[in-house]
């Protein structure tokens, strides 16, 4: 399918022009992602037409939104797994989002032209909050291989000098490894921690060695991870 062809199949499968301009990066993602629903469309046509006949209203709404899910899970996975870093994992979350709402509105459009009973028995709200809940699935395991990429590159200067005393020993071991395991919780990275008004990932990264920090940097934590999970500065190890 030529480019100019995709564009135009696109836009008459979500009803809607493209809003980006062609010189813009987030034109190639949105034309890669219509690409992927025009073919999850006629996949979708063809297990219509296998069971509309048979099926009764309900149980082809139901059908009609796992199928949905599915093909927005099949293509939402293959966006998280190629994150290789923070900067990646952004533009992943922004697509796997966008591609939540351009699958939506093809499934509305294909609702909307429908029979009624199809109209009435089908919820686009259950579908929207389903695409959602996936959407936010998948941003999460985009950050998480992130995470675990960017653990992987530290790891060498965590671990370069491990006879060193002194100054660079953690005075905070505890508190280090509850705010890990707050994060790994979450599964958030430093980065998620400032996101969320909290402390700058750099300082973050010091708590995470185990270092010393102001009250106010801890206050401004537990506000941060409570974001995802009530924690009080009470909550924080003091050694």
């Known amino acids: 399918m030529e480019p100019t062809a995709a564009h135009k199949r696109i836009e008459q499968l979500l009803g809607r022009p493209c809003p980006f301009a062609k010189d813009d990066p987030r034109y190639k993602t949105w034309l890669d992602l219509g690409l992927a629903l025009t073919e999850a469309f006629t996949r979708f046509q063809s297990v219509y037409a296998e069971k509309a006949l048979n099926a009764q209203p309900g149980d082809f709404a139901r059908l009609a939104i796992e199928t949905v899910r599915v093909q927005f899970d099949i293509l939402a996975s293959l966006l998280a797994a190629s994150t290789t870093d923070l900067n990646s994992a952004a533009e992943r979350e922004s697509g796997i989002y966008q ?3 351009m699958t939506l509105d093809w499934f ?5 032209s429908g029979p009624r009973w199809m109209r009435e028995e089908i919820s686009i709200p259950t579908a929207r909050l389903t695409l959602k809940q996936r959407a936010a699935h998948f941003s999460a395991e985009a950050y998480k291989l992130a995470r675990e990429s960017e653990n992987r590159q ?3 200067a965590a671990y370069a000098e491990p006879t ?3 100054a660079d020993k953690a005075e905070f071991p505890n508190r280090a490894a509850w ?3 707050e994060l790994d919780t979450r599964r958030w990275t430093v980065h998620d921690v400032e996101r969320f008004n909290g402390p700058s990932y750099r300082t973050v990264r010091r708590m995470l060695e185990g270092k010393d920090v102001r009250g106010t940097v801890l206050e401004k934590l537990a506000q941060a991870l409570s974001e995802k999970g009530r924690v009080s500065l009470g909550d924080i190890p003091n050694s």
């Not at 509305?108 to 909307?112: F, G, L, T, V």
């Open 108 to 112: 509305q459009a294909q609702i909307r």
């Open 164 to 166: 060193q005393v002194g």
């Open 154 to 156: 530290d790891a060498p």
């Open 179 to 181: 705010l890990q395991r």
């Open 99 to 101: 591609l939540a709402e």
